[in-house]
């Protein structure tokens, strides 16, 4: 059973920068084998993706407006994914999940709702 556990969010101040950390637990292929992606849930909002890295990391999409603030990437020796996230909004508060999925094509976009494995989320506060 693969397990995501995040770490890393926290309250802010816009313009900030933070960093999200997701580790890669019980997989019983080599974490290698998973794509790896980030969504988010505001308040009131649905589900929304974020990024998401292939298992090489050659492939990576980001979220529509996203691109240029957020990076992802992966370290599949410590077997853990990351989200750094600069210059902050507002608009960025929500709770971040950390997701797996041996296709690529299904964490990519939308809400996720294929997605086989997450975490558990972290809150990320950005206030103004």
């Known amino acids: 059973q693969v397990q995501l556990v995040e770490s890393g969010g926290g309250l802010v101040q816009a313009g900030d920068s933070l960093r999200l950390s997701c580790l890669i637990q019980?997989?019983?292929?080599?974490?290698?084998?998973?794509?790896l992606g980030w969504f988010r849930q505001a308040p009131g909002k649905e589900r929304e993706f974020v990024a998401a890295?292939?298992?090489?990391?050659?492939?990576?999409r980001y979220g529509d407006s996203l691109k240029g603030r957020f990076t992802i990437s992966r370290d599949n020796v410590r077997n853990t994914v990351y989200l750094q996230m600069n210059t902050l909004k507002p608009e960025d508060t929500a709770v971040y999940y950390c997701?797996?999925?041996?296709?690529?094509?299904?964490?990519?976009?939308?809400?996720?709702?294929?997605?086989?494995?997450w975490g558990k989320g972290t809150l990320v506060t950005v206030s103004s």
């Open positions: 890295v292939n298992r090489d990391g050659r492939r990576i």
């Open positions: 019980g997989y019983t292929f080599s974490s290698y084998t998973y794509t």
């Open positions: 997701a797996a999925d041996l296709d690529f094509r299904v964490v990519v976009g939308g809400r996720g709702d294929a997605i086989n494995y």
